[in-house]
């Protein structure tokens, strides 16, 4: 089985090996700040899911450069090509001002080809998505959602705070502004069966989105998730049954959607479950191979 990965998808649109750097713009969340509760999602870190973001306190400059050097080893020098991702939190829930400040610079380095920009289907007023609009007529612009589950019992016990049709719209006026759109989907999700994920997958597909990031439910310290899973109340996925699940999974979406991701990463430091995605090789290396022979 064959599928478009975000590696050929960069080689096809830029013409050479794109790296992203992660940007921490010191955002926060409606999940966080009381606007619908104080304690995040279920399952999210005490970094917003940027845990490999660079450091906020530096600026989005500063970070770009901070990226590249860590980057330096694995391109020739002077080559890299590379895309700001605003990472951490919800990146668009801020003024208006502060935003057209942040993505203005990361767009404007000459070693940036293109903004992707992670955030929530609800942290989208009309004012944001024609800033997107006017930037991206500068260089691409992803806006990447956090789904996650398209069953209302899921998304409530992970404490996502918005229903379906918020994700709904979100896409349609997106893609109205010629903004590419990349969907966060979590395969693992306590109570959930392998239907319910895949229904998940297939709604995805049918979404008019441009891609798609198959996401490895991961128990990390801090959480309340970890509390969930040390009480016992719920048991990650083996390393068989999710290959045999990404499989399965690129099976039922279109040809044409990029895959951005097919498992993710957890901080090792943090990681309590499932242990075995901790050899991220050795997952990647097997996954392409239950894929190839799919």
């Given at each position: 089985?064959?599928?478009?990965?975000?590696?050929?998808?960069?080689?096809?649109?830029?013409?050479?090996?794109?790296?992203?750097?992660?940007?921490?713009?010191?955002?926060?969340?409606?999940?966080?700040?009381?606007?619908?509760?104080?304690?995040?999602?279920?399952?999210?870190?005490?970094?917003?899911?940027?845990?490999?973001?660079?450091?906020?306190?530096?600026?989005?400059?500063?970070?770009?450069?901070?990226?590249?050097?860590?980057?330096?080893?694995?391109?020739?020098?002077?080559?890299?090509?590379?895309?700001?991702?605003?990472?951490?939190?919800?990146?668009?829930?801020?003024?208006?001002?502060?935003?057209?400040?942040?993505?203005?610079?990361?767009?404007?380095?000459?070693?940036?080809?293109?903004?992707?920009?992670?955030?929530?289907?609800?942290?989208?007023?009309?004012?944001?998505?024609?800033?997107?609009?006017?930037?991206?007529?500068?260089?691409?612009?992803?806006?990447?959602?956090?789904?996650?589950?398209?069953?209302?019992?899921?998304?409530?016990?992970i404490r996502r705070?918005?229903?379906?049709?918020?994700?709904?719209?979100?896409?349609?006026?997106?893609?109205?502004?010629?903004?590419?759109?990349?969907?966060?989907?979590?395969?693992?999700?306590?109570?959930?069966?392998?239907?319910?994920?895949?229904?998940?997958?297939?709604?995805?597909?049918?979404?008019?989105?441009?891609?798609?990031?198959?996401?490895?439910?991961h128990v990390l310290?801090?959480?309340?998730?970890?509390?969930?899973?040390?009480?016992?109340?719920?048991?990650?996925?083996?390393?068989?049954?999710?290959?045999?699940?990404?499989?399965?999974?690129l099976s039922i979406?279109?040809?044409?959607?990029?895959?951005?991701?097919?498992?993710?990463?957890?901080?090792?430091?943090?990681?309590?479950?499932?242990?075995?995605?901790?050899?991220?090789?050795?997952?990647?290396?097997?996954?392409?191979?239950?894929?190839?022979?799919?």
């Amino acid at each position: 089985m064959d599928y478009y990965s975000l590696n050929q998808y960069l080689k096809d649109t830029f013409g050479t090996k794109v790296y992203k750097i992660a940007i921490d713009g010191g955002f926060t969340c409606p999940n966080r700040d009381g606007t619908l509760d104080t304690r995040g999602c279920i399952f999210c870190s005490g970094h917003g899911s940027g845990d490999f973001a660079e450091d906020a306190s530096l600026s989005v400059t500063e970070q770009i450069e901070r990226g590249k050097l860590r980057l330096s080893k694995k391109m020739p020098e002077g080559k890299g090509k590379y895309i700001a991702y605003f990472q951490a939190y919800t990146n668009t829930y801020a003024p208006i001002c502060r935003l057209k400040s942040l993505f203005t610079k990361a767009i404007s380095h000459p070693d940036i080809v293109g903004l992707s920009i992670a955030t929530r289907p609800d942290c989208l007023p009309d004012d944001v998505i024609s800033l997107l609009q006017e930037l991206n007529t500068q260089k691409p612009v992803w806006v990447e959602l956090g789904l996650q589950t398209i069953h209302k019992r899921s998304a409530d016990y992970i404490r996502r705070g918005y229903i379906l049709p918020v994700y709904d719209d979100a896409v349609i006026r997106l893609k109205e502004a010629g903004l590419t759109v990349i969907t966060h989907v979590i395969l693992g999700l306590p109570g959930e069966t392998k239907e319910e994920m895949k229904e998940t997958v297939a709604y995805v597909g049918n979404s008019s989105v441009d891609g798609i990031k198959l996401q490895l439910l991961h128990v990390l310290k801090g959480t309340d998730l970890a509390e969930e899973y040390l009480a016992g109340r719920f048991e990650t996925i083996s390393f068989e049954d999710y290959c045999q699940l990404i499989c399965e999974c690129l099976s039922i979406l279109p040809e044409t959607m990029v895959i951005h991701r097919m498992t993710g990463d957890g901080n090792k430091r943090d990681l309590i479950a499932p242990e075995w995605s901790k050899n991220k090789k050795r997952v990647l290396n097997t996954l392409l191979k239950k894929i190839k022979e799919y």
